[in-house]
């Protein structure tokens, strides 16, 4: 392992810097719609170019390739190649096989609307099985990169492949990034070409060109949603949840269902949650404040404490003695990767942002800075729950504020879809019920066979209707705006408060009946 790979150049290398005017004999006049086309076509085929040279064929032949020299020699014969390059030599035979057929074009078809179209109908069957594979699996590619880059032989493989000119002083890491980037640029180019497509232009190079876009947009949505659930899932792996016993010493347990209570796991991994946003804040109680690692999802927020474990391993370091969560963060800047080390122990219950309002804070009585407040609230308008919170720094603080303060408008704005409905319902059927203000007794009958309103009910997936009365809606806003109780509902001297509390027990009952 004391040589570098022999460098091997590609036939198109010299194109990337060249233009296409000097392929193509007849051009067109410069500022015109066809010119402007023709710049699109060469920004793609060079971008290609530079995509498949000067990175693919890098990865290829100076990493790919020194790792097998390595092996022969006996040397990281432990490493596995297809987990450290994903793909790699699939997508080199794609854009290899791309950039000939937009070089065929420029010198076989002189760019015409056929050898145009046919070109990008052969890339658009051969891209999307070997992207959506690699970029499946990079995130365990960049995992199992760092692993290897803790040992001895693999850092001096890494340093003999460096020295190759080629690389250009470029870590492995930015090398495996580039097919996910280039895969979003495609996006751009070929937008550009259908901008400015000729108005005489082919109907199938703009339906082509559509078609190749929705391909990459439709890819994009699913691995977005693959890491999201890959992101939860390892947020899973390093959350501790307390058991209900140790978050309420006052709570006793039935005997029959303790086993059932003991076998409950949390699964953030479920119902279409999206992790948003995570970091240290501090928790401002009484009589101390507490150091805490917050997570922010998109219905919920989850306040931490870290295991106590990784506080006593950086209890000797001063720098970390007063803000032992700030010393890591579940997710690096790679690839969004999780430390396995780090355990996050459930401080607070999660806390539903459909329940919140944020207020930003200018001091606390302890004097915190770059404070912020969650305030809980029920469905009587009343505040249930109130958390202080102090981030690091004052952009942090505004980070977090915006984030909470848009999913948590966001969720508001979605529950008073029913709303009118449910006020109205209420309405109806509490004015429905209210006993006239002579009357002594009620009866329970012609509770009962008071009518509901004719208002047309929002159906359940199983095709029945909804109750808003059995299941309200679930935001505190719905309740404070009700219809206040009828007029006629007022006491008089011959109505007793028991008839008028026994009213309204029946009421209550037949209602939920």
């Known amino acids: 392992m004391n ?16 233009h296409w005017s000097e392929l193509i004999a007849e ?15 060469w920004e793609l085929f060079r971008a290609e170019l530079v995509y498949l040279i000067d990175q693919l064929k890098i990865i290829r032949d100076v990493f790919q390739g ?83 880059q803790k040992r001895t032989d693999f850092r001096e493989y890494e340093k003999l492949c460096l020295e190759d000119v080629r690389c250009k002083k470029r870590q492995l890491s930015d090398l495996l990034i580039c097919p996910m980037q280039h895969l979003m640029r495609y996006v751009i180019l070929l937008q550009d070409i259908q901008k400015h497509v000729p108005e005489n232009g082919r109907e199938d190079l703009r339906d082509t060109i559509t078609t190749i876009q929705e391909s990459l947009r439709s890819l994009e949505s699913k691995l977005a949603t693959l890491q999201n659930f890959q992101r939860l899932q390892e947020l899973d792996n390093i959350l501790v949840w307390p058991t209900i016993d140790n978050v309420d010493k006052t709570v006793v347990i039935p005997e029959e269902l303790k086993e059932m209570i003991s076998e409950d796991q949390a699964t953030l991994a479920s119902d279409g949650r999206h992790f948003l946003h995570a970091g240290a804040l501090q ?8 150091d805490s690692h917050c997570f922010l999802f998109d219905d919920m927020f989850l306040i931490t404490k870290t295991s106590s474990s990784l506080r006593k391993r950086y209890s000797g370091k001063a720098d970390h003695q007063t803000n032992p969560s700030m010393l890591v963060d579940p997710f690096d800047t790679c690839g969004g990767l999780y430390n396995p080390e780090v355990r996050y122990v459930v401080y607070k219950q999660p806390i539903s942002l459909e329940e919140i309002r944020v207020h930003d804070i200018a001091s606390t009585p ?50 008073q879809v029913i709303t009118p409905l449910y006020r109205r319902y209420r309405q109806d059927s509490v004015a429905s019920h209210t006993p006239h203000p002579d009357s002594t ?29 059995r299941h309200p809606p679930r935001h505190y806003n719905e309740v404070q705006d009700a219809a206040p109780p009828p007029q006629n509902s007022q006491l008089t001297p011959q109505t007793s408060v028991s008839s008028v509390r026994v009213s309204f027990s029946v009421s209550v009952t037949s209602l939920h009946s």
């Open 441 to 469: 007794s009620v009866s329970v009958t012609s509770l009962h066979s008071n009518s509901l309103p004719s208002t047309s009910l929002p159906s359940t997936s199983n095709g029945h209707h909804s109750d808003p009365l």
């Open 66 to 148: 020194t790792l097998k020299k390595a092996k022969d020699n006996g040397m990281l014969s432990d490493v596995d190649e297809s987990l450290l390059f994903p793909n790699v030599n699939k997508l080199y035979k794609v854009s290899n096989a791309f950039s000939l057929d937009l070089y065929k074009m420029f010198t076989e078809g002189n760019a015409t609307d056929d050898s145009v179209v046919y070109a990008l109908q052969e890339f658009s069957t051969r891209f999307h099985q070997p992207y959506q594979r690699y970029c499946l699996n990079y995130t365990r590619a960049v995992k199992y990169l760092k692993s290897l």
């Open 283 to 290: 928790v401002i109680e009484n009589p101390k404040s507490t």
């Open 3 to 18: 040589e570098c790979t022999s460098e091997r150049i590609h036939p198109l290398d010299g194109l990337m810097t060249s």
């Open 366 to 415: 302890g004097g915190h800075k770059n404070c912020f407040s969650l305030c809980k609230y029920n469905r009587l308008n009343r505040c249930t729950g109130l958390y202080s919170f102090s981030a690091p720094t004052p952009e942090l603080k505004r980070v977090w504020i915006e984030k909470i303060s848009n999913i948590s408008d966001d969720l508001r704005r979605n529950s």
């Open 27 to 41: 051009r067109p006049s410069t500022n015109t719609e066809e010119y402007k086309h023709m710049d699109a076509l």
